[in-house]
């Protein structure tokens, strides 16, 4: 059996006066006054929690940690050195850690002009399948063992405008995504597909045209040749779980894992014939996972 330990959207939080205020004069100017007024309180404590979770990780012999993005608020390069650390020990699992960038992590422009998630994180985009890639490390595939696949797909993207957090998976990282699945050395394996943003709302509704997924259609009908697997995603800042004919794989949102009230996850126990996944959330000072919940699959 493998332990695979799903989070998401951790929203590391960096005193507003450690960032570069030269690269404010634009959308992160809003983004920092909703840091102020809104966000800071249900994230102050992220760092403190996400080492909680990594004690939780090594108790719980998680084997696998795959995080769907939302390191940062403004997608600078404090916040990003800071999420880095933050998270260091979750990323030495046995089998390794796979991550996406979430919109706030390429939150303008500039972000992607100097490369600066693949500077911090680059080491986790890295292929077992380099063959397969055709947007630069995208799709991403890790092989864990002889029995799970996990396949991460970038559905982030800068949104310049304020009103707009909505995501894209370029049509050529959809592609690819199906020949990956279509691929002989995947045969047999549980895939867990990867992405930040959400296919479906909890109530298997699209989301809002400013804050979904575009393409999220696609995506769902290059899934819907998985016969044993999910798919994983972060986004929406509240854990759910899915089961969406005629998909075979199901839909789990982590939610936010480190938000003051909201704090969720996701652990899979993967074997040969089932799959049980368990929510868990942050109760007394700590993780805690919540076995009445337990999805078997």
């Known amino acids: 059996m493998i332990r695979v330990l799903h ?144 396949i991460a797909v970038n559905s982030a993207r800068p949104n310049p405008e304020v009103w707009r957090s909505n995501g894209y998976i370029p049509e050529v990282q959809l592609t690819a995504l199906g020949r990956v699945l279509d691929d002989p050395r995947l045969r047999g394996r549980f895939i867990f597909v990867a992405t930040h943003y959400a296919p479906r709302r909890a109530d298997g509704s699209r989301d809002k045209p400013l804050h979904g997924l575009d393409n999220a259609d696609a995506l769902l009908a290059t899934c819907a040749r998985i016969e044993r697997g999910a798919v994983l995603h972060g986004h929406i800042h509240w854990r759910f779980h899915l089961q969406l004919a005629p998909l075979r794989a199901r839909i789990f949102g982590s939610g936010s894992t480190t938000c003051s009230g909201r704090e969720g996850f996701w652990l899979f126990e993967v074997d040969d014939t089932e799959t049980r996944a368990t929510p868990g959330g942050w109760a007394d000072g700590g993780y805690r996972l919540e076995p009445a919940e337990t999805v078997t699959f």
């Open 7 to 150: 989070l998401s959207d951790v929203h590391v939080d960096v005193p507003l006066a450690a960032l570069p205020w030269r690269e404010m004069m634009n959308k992160r100017l809003f983004g920092a006054a909703n840091l102020v007024l809104r966000r800071h309180p249900h994230f102050a404590d992220a760092r403190h929690k996400l080492a909680a979770l990594a004690s939780f990780a090594t108790q719980r012999h998680v084997d696998l940690v795959i995080c769907t993005g939302d390191y940062t608020a403004l997608g600078t390069e404090p916040e990003l050195l800071a999420a880095r650390k933050a998270v260091d020990a979750l990323t030495h699992a046995p089998l390794g850690y796979v991550t996406v960038p979430g919109n706030h992590d390429l939150y303008m422009p500039d972000t992607l002009q100097d490369s600066r998630f693949e500077r911090h994180f680059g080491e986790f985009l890295v292929s077992d399948l380099p063959d397969l890639c055709s947007d630069g490390p995208w799709p991403v595939v890790k092989l864990c063992g002889d029995s799970i696949a996990v």
